[in-house]
């Protein structure tokens, strides 16, 4: 059983679109949670991540979670969408080092680690995270059966 948690940090925007993309992807065998750093609970997706994910025909009801320990014990697999979320994360967790990684970093470990928060942007900013989360989510796909 691999439970996959992707964490970014208000958990409205990037880790609730990963969190659809691989749901969507109905892999037995495979959980899947979101989180934010700095998350305030019980938000909606925003509007722009919701209309992408329609536009894409994956349709995910979100409520926003803070990132807890709980979840971090919960995970086999934790996947930020930034160096400097994973860094926040080793440092209040430096036991979970082992199942802590960038989703950029597990997809192939090359390049830029991050993926740009397209909060606040427009919708073309939402599609560009989009498509960059799904390509490194497809990466990831027999690493994960």
């Known amino acids: 059983m691999a439970r996959v948690l992707f964490v970014c ?4 925007c990037r880790s609730p679109m ?4 691989l749901k969507s992807k109905n892999i037995p065998g495979v959980e899947v949670k979101s989180a934010g750093v700095y998350a305030m609970e019980g938000a909606e997706a925003s509007a722009n991540a919701k209309l992408v ?16 320990k709980e979840d971090i014990d919960w995970a086999t697999l ?21 199942k802590i990684f960038t989703l950029k970093e597990f997809a192939d470990g090359t390049g830029n680690p991050d993926i740009a928060d397209p ?3 427009n919708e073309q ?3 560009k ?16 059966r």
């Open 53 to 68: 994910l329609e536009e894409n025909k994956i349709f995910h009801d979100h409520r926003s979670s803070i990132l807890r």
């Open 129 to 144: 995270a989009f498509l960059e989360m799904k390509e490194n989510i497809e990466r990831i796909l027999e690493k994960l």
């Open 119 to 121: 909060y606040g942007g």
């Open 9 to 12: 940090t208000g958990n409205t």
């Open 18 to 21: 990963a969190e659809a993309i």
């Open 78 to 98: 934790i996947l930020t969408m930034t160096a400097s979320h994973k860094s926040l994360i080793l440092s209040q967790h430096p036991a979970a080092a082992d």
């Open 125 to 127: 900013i939402y599609r």
